[in-house]
């Protein structure tokens, strides 16, 4: 009998280890009733909203937020700060308000508008797929977010926020059912990362 | 029907709640020592304190400060002697004018937070200020000025 | 000790007067014979334009008004005047106050803040007045004391007769002193013993500005006031097609949305009545921003205007301007301004034989430079108050030259210019901008039609894409080298949209032997005015930048090859009418090597550039040290030497160059506004881009010659050489030359390619 055990808890070891890619920093979220085609291919429908301006503007490798369709560095230079909520008179409350301002050129609004935190930036800018994919899956660097917390991070205000920016600033490629659709598939289908 | 504390006094004020504190400030109450210079908060002259934060007018509506404590230039210190005001004198910054309520209510932030700021620092904190004139070596050298005074302060 | 006597270029007249409620009063009147030349038009305007009046008043109290005729906009003229009173009347400083004058035609003058002019013009006039002010309390107080008026003596503001103790203030003679003649012959004195003039004081506003107190136009209030706003075509060539206002007048607040001409067909226009629309589509109403939300209900229709007509006025007669009705694009432009560059134009200067020169020269080397339209960008937006009425006008805001709108103002509001009361405000800057007048027009039409007080704002997208911009510029250089690296002949040939920025007579025009320069122009439907040094802003950077090259072809250091050349121009001048003192502007340069330690081996890890320029009256020399940083060229340090003559307020002339050198950095960077299709693209400072604190050089050290020469402007001639001195680092600092302004996205291309390729 012990034997036996022994067997399935070495075979259950190797298999976690080989799931895990033998990445020590790494935790994975924990995903049944994987189907890698189809979580693939959805999550590059994923990708391309993650990365157009709306959502990567505010997801950058740098501590300053990008703007613009063009993802320009913001003007005047805001930084991210310890928090992701910018420092001292240039805080991104000091401009961005609770709702959109109007007209052109006025700052987008939102009540959590911010910047990731320095402690776990979530860069988007400059990401492949692949490395999008396995950071958004890694417990340790998506804000400690499990399997739940993931999709329900689809319809965080702020996320949504990213259809409904104002005039003059082109919403994400896809529509936000479209998005949310996606971003389910990839995920419940096993948050599959691309091979590139 | 929308209360809001300004200078620590209270004002009622019967105002459509989208209008800009700004204009509330300028066209409704007569405080126009904050200005109006671009209206999509990329220049800082419009720059007052909303409980301590240094929000911008042009775009920050009136519904946002109600019940909340706002502070404008004229009421950032009662003589006329915040140590951003006597280092502003001392070092003789103005050239027009125009940015200069934004340029020290921006400031006064920085010294809350930053006892003891670098240039660096106050970059970080006045980048969104824009001078016309170009005072920005005085501005530093003002901020500077006033840390020192208040440090100086505190020590007794 | 200096007598004041009239001499063959002015003349001058004091008179004394009663005040109402006792105490001085002292007006002057001072005429200059010779015209003061128009900054912007270059030509010589009628005398009475330039006569000088103003006054200083002595109350019972003590106090020492005087009036400050000049509008000020922070080159600080509300502080500088008065100290020049202040120093010959030998009044207490801390006593003098300023009153800023209204306009009055019939006293003032022009009252023309510009041309960086004002200390230089009342330089003698106040000081003038001052002495003799000084003169009649003295007299006042003899006769009082029975003393010889050799024994009093006088001291801040005090009156003094040491033989018998006795003393009193300024204020207690001053009735008895208005009774005195003016006397003649007053002695000034010497430069050596002023105690105001060259010693720092504080800015007489500084306090009032810091504690948020009402200064500018845009802050001024008046009883039933009402707001307007313009809604202006979208792009210059077009004009007012049709529009419903049904929904806007629904809006809250509002009053009225009506269309208003501006200038009737065929109206003469002056220099200074430059505006781009004349069919205004107004919309008035309580408050600013229910004027705002009002304007975006409005639906407009606009259509082309096609060529149109300006009749423009003058001394010679009224001429007809055709104005081309193109909707111009930035990139065509550019194109069109390279064709224009290769055809014949107008010669502007000639001295030898260049076409020869360059025909045998063993080398040439021709560089050409481009500038962008400039938008002013003063941080007030543009606002006027107007109250008309049918008898009379009220006018209050921010304006440079009341004296060349008001004649505008009594011919289109058909009112006689003494019932026309224009108060000029602090300015949030001016910068040339605020020298026409147009939205005084505007303003007053305005409130003529709907019979009310009201002002007019301009939001920050209506003011930067109204126009009267700087303007488009193309300049290329040519210089002819013999064989052994002499310099015999050089060239330029400017042009402009819409129009050249060319000075003939300026260095090194004096300094070659064979010199040509030509000037060409391509008229446009996009308004340009004044902007802060007109011309020399982009000369400066041009000429000064092919100076560099040609100094390194030549194998001489830049500083030196200009020395030589000043060299030759004063001991051996080529042609006439060379427009600067060589002495001078060798002085400045000398001083800014000294002071940069141009040359030492500790300032090597700087790029560095220089560029010096003569303009305004003034001489100035930049050495601008650029490092790289986070990929960026920074400039870190300029050392700055300026020769303006004696300098009023040390302190407050540093902040002034100080500006300058930021401002020249900022336009130089990133300065730019473009067209499409006859809309500027930038209408906001998201995209309009300011140099911000970041970027502002972390010391700037200015030095002043030290000589006694009168003295003469500040606020526009440390700007142009900023230019030509950011260009020479640049080429240091990544080993590229540029030519076309502004400069930050090619030189950070260049950064980043030659990261690459390492």
């Given at each position: 009998m012990t034997k036996f055990v022994l067997t399935i808890a070495v075979l259950v070891s190797i298999t976690g280890l080989l799931a895990s890619g033998f990445r020590k920093n790494t935790v994975p979220v924990a995903i049944n009733n994987i189907d890698s085609t189809a979580s693939v291919a959805a999550f590059m429908e994923v990708y391309k909203v993650l990365m157009s301006p709306r959502c990567m503007n505010c997801h950058p490798a740098g501590d300053i937020p990008l703007q613009g369709d063009d993802n320009h560095l913001h003007t005047m230079s805001p930084i991210r700060g310890k928090d992701g909520k910018g420092v001292y008179a240039m805080k991104c409350s000091n401009c961005h308000q609770p709702t959109n301002s109007p007209g052109l050129n006025a700052p987008p609004g939102n009540p959590k508008w911010a910047l990731p935190p320095a402690d776990m930036k979530m860069v988007f800018e400059g990401r492949s797929p692949r490395e999008l994919a396995l950071q958004i899956m890694d417990y340790k660097r998506n804000g400690h977010k499990n399997k739940a917390q993931l999709i329900e991070h689809a319809r965080d205000t702020l996320v949504k926020a990213g259809w409904n920016m104002g005039e003059g600033r082109k919403p994400p490629p896809l529509s936000y059912t479209e998005f949310v659709v996606a971003w389910d598939e990839w995920i419940n289908k096993g948050g599959i990362a691309p091979a590139n | 029907m929308i209360t809001v504390t300004i200078n620590k006094k209270n004002y009622d004020l019967d105002i459509d709640p989208e209008t800009p504190l700004l204009w509330v400030l300028r066209d409704v109450i007569g405080l126009v020592g904050t200005k109006y210079g671009c209206g999509v908060a990329q220049c800082g002259a419009c720059v007052v304190h909303l409980n301590g934060e240094a929000v911008r007018s042009c775009v920050t509506k009136i519904s946002r400060a109600a019940g909340q404590k706002v502070v404008t230039i004229e009421g950032l210190s009662e003589k006329n002697d915040h140590p951003l005001q006597k280092a502003w004198m001392e070092v003789?910054?103005?050239?027009?004018?125009?940015?200069?309520?934004?340029?020290?209510?921006?400031?006064?932030?920085?010294?809350?937070?930053?006892?003891?700021?670098?240039d660096d620092d106050i970059d970080k904190a006045l980048e969104g200020n824009i001078c016309r004139c170009g005072t920005y070596l005085r501005i530093k050298k003002a901020i500077h000025l006033a840390a020192a005074m208040q440090r100086k302060n505190v020590k007794g | 000790m200096e007598q004041s006597k009239?001499?063959?270029?002015?003349?001058?007249?004091?008179?004394?007067?009663?005040?109402?409620g006792g105490g001085l009063l002292i007006s002057f009147t001072w005429i200059p014979e010779s015209g003061l030349a128009d900054p912007v038009k270059n030509i010589d305007n009628p005398a009475p334009w330039n006569e000088l009046t103003g006054y200083i008043k002595i109350t019972p109290d003590n106090i020492v008004k005087i009036l400050n005729p000049?509008?000020?906009?922070?080159?600080?003229?509300?502080?500088?005047?008065?100290?020049?009173?202040?120093?010959?009347?030998?009044?207490?400083?801390?006593?003098?106050?300023?009153?800023?004058?209204?306009?009055?035609?019939?006293?003032?003058?022009?009252?023309?803040?510009?041309?960086?002019n004002s200390v230089r013009m009342y330089w003698r006039p106040l000081r003038e007045a001052g002495a003799a002010a000084r003169n009649?309390?003295?007299?006042?107080?003899?006769e009082t004391w029975s003393a010889p008026i050799e024994e009093v003596t006088t001291k801040g503001g005090m009156v003094y007769h040491q033989k018998s103790g006795k003393s009193g203030t300024y204020g207690s003679f001053a009735t008895k002193a208005s009774s005195?003649?003016?006397?003649?012959?007053?002695?000034?004195?010497?430069?050596?013993?002023?105690?105001?003039?060259?010693?720092?004081?504080?800015?007489?506003?500084?306090?009032?500005?810091?504690?948020?107190?009402?200064?500018?136009?845009?802050?001024?209030?008046?009883?039933?006031?009402?707001?307007?706003?313009?809604e202006h075509p979208p792009a210059f060539g077009m004009k007012l097609k049709s529009f419903d206002a049904a929904e806007a007048l629904k809006m809250p607040g509002i009053k009225d949305v009506f269309q208003q001409q501006l200038y009737e067909d065929g109206f003469e226009q002056g220099g200074f009545d430059t505006r781009t629309f004349n069919d205004l589509l107004v919309v008035v109403g309580k408050t600013t921003w229910e004027v705002m939300n009002a304007r975006k209900k409005l639906k407009v229709a606009w259509e082309p205007t096609g060529d149109t007509k300006d009749t423009m006025g003058g001394r010679n007669g009224k001429r007809e301007v055709v104005v081309p009705g193109a909707l111009e694009t930035t990139t065509a432009q550019l194109e069109k301004m390279q064709a224009y560059?290769?055809?014949?134009?107008?010669?502007?200067?000639?001295?030898?034989?260049?076409?020869?020169?360059?025909?045998?020269?063993?080398?040439?080397?021709?560089?050409?430079?481009?500038?962008?339209?400039?938008?002013?960008?003063?941080l007030e937006p543009i606002n006027f108050f107007a109250h008309v009425t049918d008898e009379k006008a009220l006018l209050v805001g921010p304006l440079q030259a009341p004296g060349w709108t008001e004649p505008t103002l009594a011919k289109i509001l058909k009112l006689p210019a003494d019932k026309i009361d224009i108060q000029m405000t602090r300015m949030g800057g001016g910068f040339g901008r605020r020298a026409y007048g147009h939205y005084l027009i505007e303003a007053a039409l305005i409130s003529k039609k709907i019979k009310a007080p009201v002002k007019l704002i301009y939001t920050r997208e209506d003011d930067m894409t109204y126009g009267i911009y700087r303007p488009m510029y193309m300049a290329t250089y040519r210089a002819a080298l013999d064989a052994n690296k002499n310099l015999i002949a050089f060239h330029v040939k400017g042009g402009g949209i819409p129009e050249h920025a060319i000075h003939a007579n300026r260095f090194p025009a004096g300094a070659v032997d064979n010199y040509l320069a030509e000037g060409w122009q391509i008229p446009s439907n996009i308004t340009i005015g004044a902007f802060r040094a007109p011309r020399s802003n982009f000369n400066a950077a041009a000429e000064q930048s092919f100076l560099d090259e040609l100094a390194e072809a030549m194998g001489k250091d830049p500083i030196d090859l200009r020395l030589e050349l000043l060299k030759r121009a004063k001991e051996n001048p080529v042609g006439k009418n060379n427009d600067y003192d060589a002495d001078r502007y060798a002085g400045v340069l000398k001083l800014v090597k000294e002071k940069s330690g141009w040359g030492n081996t500790e300032n090597s890890k700087y790029s560095r550039g220089v560029a010096a320029y003569f303009c305004h009256n003034s001489y100035a020399a930049h050495v601008v040290d650029i490092v790289i940083k986070n990929n960026k060229p920074y400039v870190e340090r300029v050392f700055s030497a300026m020769d303006c003559g004696i300098v009023i307020n040390p302190d407050a002339a540093s902040n002034m160059v100080e500006g300058a050198v930021v401002d020249g950095i900022g336009n130089a960077f990133y300065g730019k506004l473009t067209h499409k299709d006859g809309a500027a693209e930038q209408n906001n400072f998201n995209r309009y881009r300011m140099i911000r604190h970041s970027e502002a050089p972390k010391k700037i050290e200015v030095h002043f010659v030290q000589n006694d020469k009168d003295p003469t402007g500040l606020g526009e001639p440390p700007f142009p050489p900023v230019f030509g001195a950011v260009a020479n680092a640049l080429y240091k600092s990544t080993n590229k030359r540029y030519y076309s302004q502004p400069f930050m996205t090619e030189a950070l291309q260049q950064i980043n390619n030659r990261k690459k390729s390492f």
């Open positions: - | 003789d910054v103005v050239q027009c004018g125009y940015c200069q309520a934004g340029q020290i209510m921006a400031a006064a932030v920085l010294l809350r937070e930053n006892k003891n700021p670098t | 009239p001499t063959q270029t002015r003349r001058s007249f004091l008179k004394a007067s009663f005040l109402a000049n509008p000020e906009f922070g080159q600080n003229v509300m502080t500088s005047l008065p100290m020049i009173v202040a120093e010959e009347l030998d009044a207490d400083w801390q006593k003098v106050v300023i009153e800023m004058g209204p306009h009055d035609n019939v006293k003032l003058g022009p009252q023309f803040t510009g041309g960086s009649m309390l003295m007299q006042a107080a003899a005195l003649p003016i006397p003649k012959g007053v002695k000034l004195k010497e430069v050596k013993d002023f105690k105001v003039i060259r010693s720092s004081q504080k800015n007489v506003e500084g306090l009032k500005i810091i504690t948020g107190k009402p200064l500018f136009g845009l802050d001024y209030k008046h009883e039933g006031m009402l707001i307007a706003m313009i560059a290769k055809q014949p134009a107008q010669q502007l200067r000639k001295d030898g034989d260049p076409e020869t020169a360059f025909k045998n020269a063993a080398h040439v080397i021709e560089r050409t430079y481009t500038a962008p339209f400039l938008a002013h960008n003063c």
